[in-house]
């Protein structure tokens, strides 16, 4: 028996903790539940300490764009109407991921005991996530498998375009911060005491600004190395801290009220948000299952945290736009989009919508963004690499009356 702890929603509204003794985390989950309690963490929370991260040397980690993959093949072969042992015979043997290949392997074995593929591919969460094998399980009761991987599908390519997309946006300036920064450390460690011995060895008259920077320069490199150990210390340290819940939700909500920034990652995360519950609707998955698999695909404890406290409120009989208003943190687009689709009967297609809007308004912020920031970092560089340059070749101008 092993003890699990839980955050849960009562009928009344308040949210707990409660620790469960059970064999798995499924058994305790199921016991709480018929208690009529709400579980809002998808996976079990237990009482170890974090661990120190350590790499992967197992298996690789299966990628997003892999699961496209897999899924593409899954979706073409179902719709050809192969049997699903066939199915998953071949997909096993057209994949090259040791990780993925095993997990498809302990799938069918499964399947052939009589499993369905929903409830065997949730026996490895970390490959096949709450979301997917709870769309597929929609599938599966409906009688519409091969629509329902369909949907999911489509929002799998989604999802992967607009993280690409954020991605892509953010490397190249990232890339020109840290070419700057190690020109100009490169300046101030070699260049400049360089020049330095080389005006002490003629005696020359230093000017006060290039005096300074020689002074700035020689205290850099006795505290370079310290430096080294106490940001690489650090570092570890914050890492360490973050992996924390505490330290999770300090940050998270740090990084949703940094200016600029935070607009653009809460339209990246509502986009998603949004998308995930218009992808549930879809397959006809109820409401509170629907928002409960939705938050595990949340990167946000701060937001998630927030709007785990709308779960209660709708299973008591709230409507979903008024539960997300009480929240706070739900911008009003989505909140209108959402009384909407429920006066309408059109929820779903709503929540489509408003993701829509959100990808067409980050996609807006990035272009800003990527015009603001590249020449201005372009710029900063520019300007210092000049200061110190210009700062060291003010004692050649007068090298002529030091040589004579």
């Known amino acids: 028996m092993a003890h699990y702890s839980f955050r849960v929603g009562t009928p009344t509204g308040s949210i707990q903790t409660l620790e469960v003794e059970a064999d798995n985390s499924e058994s305790a989950r199921r016991s709480l539940r018929a208690k009529g309690l709400f579980v809002f963490d998808a996976e079990a929370e237990t009482r170890a300490r974090p661990r120190l991260w350590l790499p992967n040397i197992v298996g690789a980690r299966v990628g997003g764009r892999a699961l496209l993959v897999l899924n593409q093949e899954l979706l073409a072969l179902v719709r ?32 052939t005991a009589g499993a369905a593929l929903s409830a065997a591919m949730a026996k490895h969460p970390t490959v096949f996530g709450p979301l997917y094998t709870a769309s597929l399980h929609a599938g599966e009761q409906s009688g519409n498998f091969a629509d329902a991987l369909a949907r999911f599908l489509e929002y799998q390519k989604r999802i992967l375009a607009l993280r690409q997309r954020l991605r892509a946006a953010l490397t190249y300036p990232a890339i020109l911060i840290a070419a700057s920064l190690a020109v100009i450390l490169f300046l101030l460690t070699f260049v400049v005491p360089t020049f330095s011995r080389i005006y002490g060895d003629m005696d020359a008259a230093l000017p006060a600004s290039t005096r300074v920077l020689v002074a700035i320069t020689g205290q850099l490199q006795n505290a370079l190395p310290l430096a080294l150990v106490a940001v690489v210390g650090g570092g570890l340290a914050l890492w360490q801290w973050r992996r924390t819940p505490h330290g ?9 009220g940094v200016p600029w920034i935070g607009a653009l990652f809460s339209g990246y995360l509502f986009s998603r948000f949004a998308r995930t519950l218009a992808m549930m609707q879809a397959g006809g998955i109820p409401m509170i299952p629907s928002f409960e698999a939705t938050l595990g695909t949340v990167g946000n404890a701060y937001l998630k945290e927030k709007l785990r406290s709308a779960i209660p409120r709708v299973a008591a009989g709230v409507s979903l736009a008024d539960s997300l208003e009480k929240t706070g943190v739900v911008p009003p687009l989505i909140l209108e989009l959402v009384a909407v689709g429920e006066n309408s009967g059109s929820l779903g297609e709503m929540l489509g919508h408003a993701a829509d809007l959100y990808d067409a308004e980050m996609d807006t912020r990035l272009t800003a963004l990527a015009a603001a920031i590249e020449p201005a970092i372009m710029m900063g560089m520019g300007l210092v690499v000049a200061a110190i340059v210009v700062v060291m070749y003010l004692p050649i101008f007068h090298l002529s009356s030091v040589v004579r």
């Open 80 to 111: 050809a109407g192969l049997p699903i042992i066939v199915v998953l015979d071949l997909l096993r043997e057209r994949n090259q991921q040791p990780r993925l290949r095993a997990t498809l392997e302990a799938v069918r074995e499964d399947v």
């Open 248 to 256: 999770r939700r300090l940050t998270d909500r740090w990084i949703m």
